[in-house]
């Protein structure tokens, strides 16, 4: 079976802008979840998506979105750009919900924000 | 979550074991314990888990201790491919996601 795969893995951006990511899961998995991984707080929970809904949520403020399509494939969007959102923003599939399941990560896109 | 403590860094031998400790005193009944990796700049890597019974794969062994308020993950054989960040997480009952501490920089030398 095919990985996680997220593209792009490199994104630049500049303040003020909006960013939109993307997480294809692994075949057959439902359960789309996203992280925020910076050098100063490590990994943080950002959200996860099952079944198209949203059924968890971090600590994040309301400029992180997420959505989930019909086929498990989850897009995330950060808008207006903060210089402290140059992250590696990894997501992570699992067969049903994240709860009761081991995550399996994609290799992360890595976001600059200038 | 239960939180977990483990060293900030360890050294290891190629070829020989390696064993990571994880603390998780206020662990409680129905959360697991998982182990996760990562090197350097790749997502991180689903390594094992367990409940009270040591387990094993094709990748680690999981020791918990029989009050379960402590793991040992053993990678038999480390090598150098094994340098990477373990992280001990514990998860359950009513937690959803997983909560990753600073972990233990693991470097296996030659």
């Known amino acids: 079976k095919a990985g996680v795969t997220q593209t792009p893995r490199y994104l630049i951006k500049t303040r003020g802008q909006q960013v939109t990511l993307s997480c294809s899961p692994i075949s057959g998995h439902r359960s789309v979840s996203w992280y925020q991984q910076t050098p100063g707080q490590g990994l943080q929970f950002l959200f996860e998506y099952f079944s198209e809904t949203q059924r968890n949520k971090g600590n994040f403020p309301g400029r992180f979105s997420g959505r989930q399509f019909s086929n498990s494939r989850s897009e995330m969007n950060v808008s207006t750009l903060e210089l402290g959102d140059s992250a590696l923003y990894l997501c992570?599939?699992?067969?049903?919900?994240?709860?009761?399941?081991?995550?399996?990560f994609g290799p992360g896109t890595r976001l600059t924000v200038l | 979550d239960a939180k977990t403590t483990q060293p900030p860094s360890m050294d290891c031998a190629e070829g020989r074991a390696a064993n990571l400790p994880c603390n998780h005193s206020?662990?409680?009944?129905?959360?697991?314990v998982y182990w996760y990796r990562q090197i350097h700049s790749q997502g991180p890597q689903y390594i094992i888990h367990g409940l009270k019974n040591n387990e094993t794969n094709e990748m680690a062994s999981l020791i918990i201790t029989e009050d379960r308020k402590s793991s040992t993950l053993i990678l038999p054989h480390a090598t150098l491919r094994d340098t990477a960040v373990y992280y001990c997480i514990v998860r359950g009952g009513s937690a959803r996601q997983l909560t990753f501490g600073s972990g233990t920089q693991l470097t296996v030398l030659p």
């Open positions: 206020t662990i409680s009944g129905n959360e697991y």
């Open positions: 992570a599939s699992s067969p049903g919900l994240a709860t009761y399941n081991e995550q399996f």
